[in-house]
């Protein structure tokens, strides 16, 4: 049986058990009051185990579990208070992720995989011009036109504009007011540097199950300070990961211990303002991801940003202290007392309102995943740094990892913008360009989707570098021919559970 260190400690010694890991879980409590600590704890607990983290750093403070802590009176206090003995600093193996590619390796996803449901959500586009962004996805589906970066999408909206009297027999109408509307926002996203994020090489998911040489998992951390200043795209990047990581991995069922763990920082962020289908399906990935072998934390200042229905999922339980100074806090502590399975001895109410810095109430699941009675504790100090590394530390790190120089080099191959730009200058002479399909005409559309799937599979076994690394040849040619081809199926497995379900019949 795995064995994971201790956690924190109250009258018994608290853990969090790796084969109940992926039961999900709850990190919360006001500013200050210590969950950075604490998802640094799990994280460095998790990985000495053998199980890879992936967690979003939303200060720069988590960064120091890539380096060793060093005592201090208010760190030895802590061990002394909790019996812990003589304490081995470590730190452990990271890699550092960045959509902005500054302090990080560059992240991307495909504008396809995205999907048209989470794009308007990064757009905050209301429910016509979602309506329109999902004909203008099903639009370059029907005619074999790659949408992979945001130059894509914007050449694919001005066609569609232009041609929206053609178009409009076999789609419905489309309102060039909702096409202005979508490009505008595209421009907004583009000037807060959303544009790094689409394109390709996109993130290979396995990527971020990586196990070091000493047996121990690979902390992903993605460098959120300058993301959180775009909170839409930050919150949707995380809601498309988690779908990823449930499309992508297999059924595994209950395990020794999980393929990975997945800490959602800032999670009220992911449900401000979401639309009912879309927190429908965030409950359907949250219940079944487990089976896949990945555990899902929360990390919010407040328990009821959570909807209930989510919020029932999550077994293992963190609470530190909250403030009641008005009537949405002194709810928040209400529900939040409700939620512990109740100990005799405490008034968790009352508690919840007194503890200290590093002090929580803690309740795991036990071997048979029935909460524990919630306990009064004190969470450990961490083996590793507390606080921010430095610049130079940094960028040690991102070049002795395990992926440096996969993701540095963008990849532009033909796709739509290309091909729409190819059609314009050839239309002075009558002509289509290869490979470019006509739009609209009824049942052209699979002709068109046969040949980029064709081009595509060419490419990869000719060595054109669109697979991702890592990939069989048999692989890459399905990754490539699923992302080409604009069949319903076709479109499911790039986009992902949320953008596949949720688009339904409209694309």
């Known amino acids: ?26 990190v919360a409590g006001a500013t200050g009051t210590g969950k950075t600590v604490t998802l640094q704890v799990m994280a460095e607990a998790l ?14 403070d988590l960064s120091g579990i890539s380096q060793p802590g060093k005592s201090s009176p208010k760190f030895d206090e802590r061990v002394k208070s909790l019996g812990l003995g003589e304490v081995k600093f470590a730190g452990c193996p990271v890699v550092f992720w960045d959509v902005f590619g500054k302090q990080g390796h560059p992240v991307r996803a495909t504008v396809s995989e995205m999907g048209p449901l989470l794009f308007s959500r990064i757009l905050n586009l209301n429910d ?14 029907d005619s074999g036109l790659l949408l992979l970066d945001m130059k894509d999408l914007q050449a694919m909206l001005q066609h569609v504009g232009e041609a929206a009297k053609e178009y409009q027999t076999q789609y419905g109408n489309i309102s060039a007011a909702s096409i202005g509307a979508i490009q505008r926002g595209l421009v907004a996203l583009g000037q807060q540097g959303g544009d790094l994020f689409f394109g390709e ?13 000493n047996g121990k998992g690979v902390v992903n951390i ?88 989510v919020l029932s999922q999550l077994g293992n339980r963190v609470q530190h202290a909250l403030r009641a100074f008005s009537p949405r806090d002194q709810k928040a502590v209400k529900a939040a007392a409700q939620t512990f399975r109740a100990n005799p001895k ?75 730009k190819g059609k314009v200058v050839a239309a002075g002479t009558g002509t289509v360009p290869t490979g470019a399909s006509a739009p609209a005409a ?30 069989t040849v048999v692989q890459a040619m399905v990754k490539s021919a699923a992302r080409t081809m604009g069949s319903t199926v076709g479109r499911q497995i790039i986009r992902g559970v949320l953008g596949s379900l949720l688009g339904g019949s409209k694309r």
């Open 201 to 213: 090489p996109a993130l290979n998911i396995e990527d971020l199950l990586q196990v070091d040489a």
């Open 1 to 26: 049986m795995v064995e994971m260190p201790m956690i924190a400690k109250g009258a018994d010694e608290l853990y969090l058990l790796p084969g109940m890991s992926n039961r999900h879980g709850l």
């Open 128 to 141: 016509t011009q979602t309506g329109v962004l999902t004909l203008v996805f099903k639009i370059a589906d």
């Open 442 to 471: 009824s049942g052209s559309g699979w002709l068109g989707n046969l040949e980029a799937a064709g081009t595509a599979l060419g490419g990869v076994l000719g060595g054109s570098g669109s697979s991702r690394r890592g990939d």
């Open 222 to 309: 993605l460098v959120a300070d300058q993301l959180m200043q775009s909170p839409q795209l930050y919150a949707t990047f995380l809601l498309w990961l988690m779908s990823e990581l449930f499309e992508t991995l297999p059924e595994v069922g209950d395990q020794e211990k999980p393929k990975l763990v997945f800490f959602f920082d800032e999670a009220h962020l992911l449900f401000n303002d979401l639309p009912s289908v879309l927190q429908g399906r965030i409950e359907q990935v949250v219940r079944l991801i487990r089976s896949k072998g990945v555990g899902v934390f929360f990390v919010t200042q407040n328990p009821i940003d959570v909807p209930d229905t």
């Open 346 to 420: 405490l008034n968790v109410e009352e508690v919840i309102t007194q503890m200290g810095v590093g002090e929580a109430l803690v309740s795991f699941l036990d071997e048979k995943g029935i909460p524990g009675v919630v306990e009064r504790a004190m969470v450990c100090p961490p083996h590793s740094q507390i606080g921010p590394i430095t610049t130079e530390q940094r960028a040690a790190i991102i070049k002795g990892s395990v992926v440096a120089g996969v993701y540095e080099t963008v990849v532009d191959r033909e796709s739509a913008y290309e091909r729409l």
């Open 47 to 60: 990985s000495s185990i053998g199980v890879p983290v992936f967690a979003a750093d939303v200060k720069g």
